[in-house]
């Protein structure tokens, strides 16, 4: 009774999946490789993976590398998939390798992440009309600090991410100056202290990330971003700018070595099907970084509670 | 009157200056080097490099599979080995280094790692190192011998040790990555690379210094080249090749956390970015602190191979070994498990959290202070740094010719009274003040830098200095390299002032030292990132920041060689000048002062060399300027940019370097040593 009902169950999966067949294994006795790069939610999301090929019969490593020199070594095949990739934070290189063919995207992840300009709770009493976007017209002067006078200061995305926050305050026609972060350490440190000293700070800044509820940032309400906001000066607020808008909602993909199919089969489909929301990745995130469990409890105390939202895709690739 | 070098020097300098600022106005080109004149050397690089890389990259991938076995060897035994015995052993050893006290400091070091939480990752650094290490030594033997046994190769083989050190490791990471593929294999060569000149510099040093009787003996006794070299002259040389395995192991270690940045070994480097990341500041100074400890224990131990020792007796390292087993059977708890310092962790982050909520006003207001006063007039001059906001007042053009006619009154009274030098001085300054360094003039820069070099080392170091200056200036990078010079430059001459007088203050009073050792050792040991931390909880994102990380890192030098300088002066020296009369303070600066000045020179040569090194690492903080290209490059594997920006620094660095050698050895040779 119970295998038919799980048969059934498989069965609704894979036409939800779009009539995957089951795979070849492939070399099951080989480890998968899979990359952990220097963030929390990445190693959740990897690991949640990383147990879904364990559960359909694969050996699975996780090697550590940056984000952003990852890509040589997916080419070169020493790892083998990388599953939480930022379009808004992705080195030119992983294009070249694409259009080498040494690694290709699987898919995206269904994260669904949002990047804006942001502040922590107490600086709307210091700006007075914030969320709006328009205040921050009047009360650049209070954000200013010695290296941006008579500008106010927006602290950015670290100089190797690009510069969106520079971006939209040219394309808003604000009297802001964007101070390039440096690292993602120095992003939260800059949180931090304004939390703590209780002084002015506008930064660029995404979520999901910890720190969101941890020092209680906002966004900046800003002009949703259409696609003409980028292409056309004419749309706008600004009518002589582009990039007069929100940021364009950024895609989170996942991508692999060109051999993957070919070696794991099985493997290459499960991850391709892998899908992790903000609502199952932001708890695991909290518990670890915010309560200090190890990534392994969490993701294992997880995966036991929602084997409904993964077992599906494991059993589709495999049975 | 006839002119001294150094004032002839100033004196091109000057004209050059003035002749830019009038003319200015007419030729822009004066002002900003022209786009249209560069080359694109980034892309040139690229392909180039590329296609050599190309080349030998099957090569490189077979050393790296080859390396990759020791490295794995090693790992596997120290990561499985039971901590009692790695602690015994380490105890063991210590023993039979140095006696009692190493034992202790073996015991308590390793001690120290295990309650940290952090024994698995730090026993893969230990790894690292313990593979990186013999290969840098094997690598620094070899070019010392060579560049000794052929003379011919001297020349070119310091310059390439110097290239070695002074090019910033994230700049060549991108290339080892394609060469070696991805893994702990790149941490390995880069730190052998790091790691090396070192070694190499003290086998030639040994060398030359092995004594020339026992040369003649090694000679007629008959033996080969080979033997005599082998046999005779490198242990002869051992005590100076033993100071080179020391200053190798300690460049290694420091070296192996900055590798960390690319992954591929979960180390405690890679704990000390994760921790960096959160901004966990009492996490991550409880992992830079387990380096600190390693570093500390590795150098105290290999020291002692340098100096004359005792023997101590082997029974009684087994005796210790043997405990450590019994206690392996025993004791069965899991390191990973041990994180007894948690706690000191988090109260060391709240704490600091705390400071800063209750001091932010004035921790502002010291960074802006400095900001307004200090580095912006140097980064932009005075005419844009003074603003009503900054000073309480808006500069006028009126004000530039009211502070450059003081300054020509100061420089022609100076003249007047003979000090023609310190008159040329003033007005470069003034100058430079004014005009900020980010916006000087570049014929103005190229010729005083030349007229410079001029002065220190005659047309060979100006045929140098030219050469590499106008490698920059076409290769486009000029105004990151000045943003560079501006920031390194603002941080060397605080080191100097500061460090100097600290290493007065200790080379007169022995308190003093015994305050100011242990901080220069932990400054000295502590990796670099971790600098960052407090630092930047306290003053946030910016030059400031950036400034004073540079600053604690490279003030050491400068105490220790002012006060070695000043404490090595020949007693029959001093005890001359006592008899003659003088008191403690006319003895310091008529003649302990002129005495130290070539080990001071060589304290601020270190001290340019270690800012330099440090802004490449600051730029995760935050700065401008090559730093930030080099991080931006080894972000985007960008191989030109990469290395054309890594270049550019190491020529700052060099010219640097070279200038003031030339000024030492000519200290050197006026008091005849």
């Known amino acids: 009774m119970k295998t038919s009902l799980k048969l059934g169950l498989s069965a609704i999966a894979m036409m939800a999946a779009g009539a995957v067949s089951a795979a070849e294994m492939g070399a099951t006795d080989e480890p998968i490789k899979l990359a952990l790069n220097e963030w929390t939610g990445q190693h959740v999301t990897t690991h949640v993976a990383g147990e879904m090929l364990k559960a359909a019969g694969y050996k699975v490593e996780y090697v550590t590398a940056g984000m952003m020199n990852q890509f040589q070594a997916i080419a070169d095949g020493d790892i083998h998939a990388t599953l939480e990739i930022w379009s808004s934070n992705v080195s030119d290189e992983y294009a070249k390798k694409i259009e080498e063919g040494t690694v290709v995207e699987i898919g995206d992840l269904g994260l669904d992440a949002k990047e804006g300009i ?164 932001q708890p695991m995130m909290g518990a670890v970084d915010v309560d200090g469990q190890a990534v392994e409890t969490v993701v294992a105390e997880w995966m036991a509670a929602n084997e409904a939202s993964w077992k599906p895709v494991v059993e589709a690739a495999t049975k | 009157m006839t002119l001294t070098r150094g004032t002839k020097a100033a004196l091109i300098a000057v004209i050059v200056g003035v002749m830019c600022l009038v003319l200015q106005p007419y030729f822009a080109w004066l002002g900003k080097w022209p786009a249209a004149w560069t080359f694109p050397v980034n892309e040139w690089l690229s392909s180039g490099v590329g296609a050599i890389l190309d080349l030998f990259k099957p090569v490189a991938r077979g050393l790296s599979w080859l390396l990759a076995f020791p490295m794995d060897g090693a790992s596997w035994v120290l990561g499985n080995t039971p901590w009692p015995i790695v602690i015994a052993a380490t105890a063991a050893l210590g023993w039979r280094l140095g006696g009692w006290k190493m034992a202790l400091l073996g015991l308590f070091g390793l001690s120290f790692v295990l309650i940290s939480g952090y024994w698995a990752q730090s026993m893969r650094t230990l790894a690292l190192v313990f593979v990186s290490v013999p290969l840098a030594l094997l690598m620094g033997l070899a070019i010392g011998v060579l560049a000794f046994e052929v003379p011919r190769f001297r020349g070119a083989v310091n310059a390439t040790l110097d290239v070695m050190q002074t090019v910033p490791t994230f700049a060549y990471l991108t290339p080892l990555l394609f060469l070696f593929g991805f893994g702990p294999v790149v941490g390995l060569i880069a730190s052998a690379i790091y790691a090396a000149p070192p070694m190499a510099r003290n086998v030639l040093l040994g060398l030359e210094r092995v004594e020339h009787d026992i040369r003649e003996a090694a000679i007629m006794s008959g033996g080969t080249r080979r033997q005599q070299l082998l046999l005779v002259e490198i242990p002869a040389a051992g005590n100076q090749i033993m100071v080179g395995v020391n200053q190798s192991l300690m460049a290694a270690l420091s070296m192996v956390i900055i590798a960390a940045v690319i992954g591929g070994f979960d180390d405690i480097g890679w704990e000390v970015l994760l921790t960096m990341r959160k901004a966990w500041f009492g996490q991550a100074f409880l992992a830079g602190s387990v380096i600190v400890v390693f570093a500390i224990v590795i150098d ?150 030349c007229a410079v070099g001029w002065a220190s080392g005659g047309w060979p170091l100006v045929r140098l200095c030219a050469i590499l200056l106008g490698l920059i200036l076409l290769s486009g990078l000029w105004e990151r390299a000045l943003l560079s010079l501006y920031l390194s430059g603002a941080a060397v001459f605080a080191c100097a002032i500061v460090g100097g007088l600290l290493g007065f203050w200790a080379a007169v009073s022995k308190t003093a030292w015994v305050i100011l050792r242990p901080m220069c050792d932990l400054l000295q040991t502590i990796p670099l990132f971790v600098f960052l931390i407090p630092v930047l909880m306290f003053f946030q994102i910016g030059e400031f920041s950036a400034f004073l990380a540079i600053c604690l890192y490279a003030i050491v030098p400068m105490i220790r060689y002012t006060r070695h300088g000043l404490t090595t002066t020949p007693d029959d020296l001093i005890e001359a000048a006592k008899s003659s009369g003088a008191n403690t303070w006319q003895t310091m600066r008529e003649v302990r002062a002129p005495y130290a000045a070539p080990s001071i020179l060589l304290g601020l040569n270190q001290t340019i060399l270690y800012a330099f090194a440090m802004l490449v690492i600051a730029a995760l903080i ?52």
Not at chain 1, 195 to 203: C, D, F, R
Not at chain 2, 625 to 630: A, D
Request: with cysteine; aromatic share 10%; glycine share 10%.
């Open chain 1, 118 to 281: 942001a502040y922590p709770a107490h600086v709307a009493d210091l700006c007075p009309g914030l969320p709006a976007w328009e205040a921050l017209k009047a009360c650049a002067i209070n954000f200013a600090t010695a290296e941006t006078i008579p500008n106010g200061r927006l602290v950015d995305y670290p100089a190797d991410w690009g510069t969106p926050g520079a971006d939209r305050m040219t394309g808003l026609a604000l009297p802001f100056k964007a101070v390039p972060a440096g690292s993602e350490g120095a992003l939260i440190a800059e949180l931090r202290a304004s939390t703590e000293k209780k002084s002015p700070l506008l930064i660029t800044f995404w979520q999901p990330h910890w720190a969101m509820s941890a020092y209680d940032v906002k966004f900046v309400e800003l002009p949703a971003g259409e696609d003409a906001c980028f292409s056309d000066p004419a749309w706008g607020p600004n009518p002589d700018a582009i990039n007069d808008c929100d940021f364009s909602p950024s895609r989170i993909f996942k991508a692999g070595w060109s051999g993957l199919a070919d070696k794991w089969p099985a493997a290459a489909e499960i991850l391709e099907g892998y899908q992790l929301s903000v609502e199952a990745q």
């Open chain 2, 300 to 449: 105290r131990m290999s020291a002692t191979l340098a100096t004359q020792r005792q023997h101590y007796d082997a029974k009684i390292g087994w005796i210790i070994l043997a405990i450590g087993a019994i206690l392996a059977f025993v004791v069965r708890i899991d390191p990973a498990e041990i994180a007894l310092l948690d706690g000191v962790a988090d109260v060391v982050d709240t704490s600091v959290g705390a400071f800063t909520a209750a001091n932010g006003a004035a921790l502002d207001s010291v960074k802006n202070n400095a900001m307004f006063y200090g580095l912006l007039p140097l980064r932009i001059g005075l005419d844009q740094a003074v603003l009503p906001f900054t000073w309480g007042f808006q500069w006028q053009p009126s004000y530039s010719l009211w502070f450059f006619a003081a300054a020509v009154a100061l420089a022609g009274l100076c003249a007047a009274r003979g000090r023609m030098l310190t008159g040329l001085t003033i007005l470069l300054c003034a100058g430079i003040l004014e005009t900020g360094i980010a916006d000087l003039p570049w014929p103005f820069v190229l010729v005083g830098v």
């Open chain 2, 622 to 673: 935050g700065t401008t300027g090559l730093g930030q290209s080099i991080y931006l490059a080894l972000g985007q594997a960008d191989i030109g940019l990469g290395l054309s920006a890594g270049a550019a620094m190491a020529i700052l660095a060099l010219i640097a370097d070279r200038l003031v050698q030339g000024f030492a050895e000519e200290r050197r040779k006026a008091l005849g040593l």
